[in-house]
Every structure is written in C-alpha cells, then in structure tokens.
C-alpha cells in the first residue's frame, strides 16, 4: 500500500484511532482504540478484550477500516481493508506488554486478551481540503 512520508508520519504521531466494523444488522460502528502496537506495512496490531463485541463482529465480518487523524491541522487518513482475530495462544504472548495489565487483570496470554491484525487494502488521505485515494 502507497503511504507517502506525512501519512506515515501521522499514522506514527497518533496516539490513538478509531476503528470501524460491521455489526450483525449491518451497520457500521466506530470505536476509539489506542494506536497499533505494531505496523508492518500495511499491517496494523490493535489489541483489545476478547470479550468485547468487536472480536465477534470481526469473526462475522472481516470488514474493518482505521482512521487516523492530526486534530491542528485537520489533516486524517481512512485505511480499509480486512480485520484478522489472533487466537493463538503463542501468537498473542508476543505481543504482551506488562503495561496492559492495567486492561487486563491477570496478566499476559489471558483468554481476555486479543490481538486483532488489520490488512489494509485501500486507503484515503485528506489535507488541505484534498482527498486523495490509493
């Protein structure tokens, strides 16, 4: 995915994002999350309850998009592409961080903890009153 150096700088600066999924019904639904964990590419690590609604909206419908955004300057960048939920058990412990545990009461690898892997496929960049696509 083409990301020229102020998208990447944005996506880098945000400390947090919103994520979007697709409910049951079949509406979308926004949600604040802190930033990614890690990004490889165009790929994004959110981590998140696995008891939350989200996990299953995701196993119903892979369907998700990020949005990032710069407040000052008006400036935001739209990510779409397909959500993954990381459920094994190893492949969640990479990603702990003994900072979570203030989301997650009994530390790492807990069957609470989940990491959700967003594949961006598409994208929109706005600033200066452009929009871009790539």
């Known amino acids: 995915m083409y990301y020229d150096k102020e998208i990447t700088k944005l996506i880098e600066s945000s400390?947090?994002?919103f994520l979007g999924s697709v409910t049951e019904a079949g509406y979308p639904m926004i949600r604040a999350m802190l930033?990614?964990?890690?990004?490889?590419?165009?790929?994004f690590y959110l981590?998140?309850?696995?008891?939350?609604?989200?996990?299953q909206q995701?196993?119903?419908?892979?369907?998700?998009?990020?949005?990032?955004?710069?407040?000052?300057?008006?400036?935001?960048?739209?990510?779409?592409?397909?959500?993954?939920?990381?459920s094994k058990e190893a492949e969640k412990q990479a990603f702990w961080r003994d900072e979570y545990q203030i989301y997650y009461e009994k530390g790492g690898g807990l069957p609470d903890f989940t990491v959700l892997k967003f594949t961006g496929k598409t994208g929109e960049f706005y600033r200066?009153?452009?929009t871009t696509s790539f």
């Open 15 to 17: 400390d947090l994002c």
């Open 35 to 43: 930033k990614p964990i890690k990004v490889e590419e165009n790929r």
């Open 47 to 55: 981590h998140t309850n696995t008891s939350s609604r989200k996990v």
């Open 58 to 86: 995701f196993l119903d419908n892979a369907k998700a998009c990020l949005y990032f955004y710069d407040p000052l300057t008006f400036t935001g960048v739209t990510l779409m592409g397909e959500m993954e939920v990381v």
């Open 128 to 130: 200066n009153f452009q």
